[in-house]
T-cell receptor, first 111, second 112 residues
């Protein structure tokens, strides 16, 4: 079965330090992966998807099929990055794609 | 405005009572989803819909039913609420093309 694992429930780093949130997945086909973020008292919102290879708010994520990973990285953390981050994998064919989420990592950026 | 609203935002109910949560969208998206969010579990899919009157079960569907009589509305019903259904419930919509979801603000449900 498809599975997404985020090994760190909590991650705390200092402002200006690099950040890496880990995500590993298991999927038999060609995966489509996403990172979602939930800021305090806000709805979940899409941060980035591996297909577009874009950088949002300084975050990047590279799909490593050999290691089945999709880690989220940012070279210099900012206080406003404090939030809950979810890695998600899309299963199903084009259309009713169901997202399978990891357990989430709560990132805290210390001043 | 994200084009998706959930109601109510908060609800406290007693064990054994029926509860219905509503998700309303103005985006005319075909696909709608209900997830529950619990600490340590992330978000888990309850039910989803791929069109009017077309629904299917997700990972944690036991104790829940859904209905979609109009494109814009997707209802989640707890027939007889239990304490294990205390959670935050999120609705999401998708056009099926981009692969990403737009989420509602969530409904915090407490079953006492």
């Amino acid at each position: 079965a498809q599975r997404v694992t985020q090994p760190e429930k909590l991650l705390s780093v200092f402002k200006g330090a690099p950040v890496e949130l880990k995500c590993n997945y298991s999927y038999s086909g060609s995966p489509e992966l996403f990172w979602y973020v939930q800021y305090s008292r806000q709805r979940l919102q899409l941060l980035l998807r591996h297909i577009s290879r874009e950088s949002i708010k300084g975050f990047t994520a590279d799909l490593n099929k050999g290691e089945t990973s999709f880690h989220l990285k940012k070279p210099f953390a900012q206080e406003e990055d404090s939030a809950m981050y979810y890695c998600a994998l899309s299963e199903g064919v084009q259309g009713a794609q169901k997202l399978v989420f990891g357990q989430g990592t709560r990132l805290t950026i210390n001043p | 405005d994200a084009g998706i609203t959930q109601s109510p935002r908060h609800k406290v109910t007693e064990t054994g009572t029926p509860v219905t949560l509503r998700c309303h969208q103005t985006e005319n998206h075909r696909y709608m989803y209900w997830y529950r969010q619990d600490p340590g579990h992330g978000l888990r899919l309850i039910h989803y819909s791929y069109g009017v009157k077309d629904t299917d079960k997700g990972e944690v569907s036991d104790g829940y039913s859904v209905s979609r009589s109009k494109t814009e509305d997707f209802l989640l019903t707890l027939e007889s609420a239990t304490s294990s259904q205390t959670s935050v419930y999120f609705c999401a919509i998708s056009d099926g093309a981009t692969g990403g979801y737009t989420f509602g603000s969530g409904t915090r449900l407490t079953v006492v």
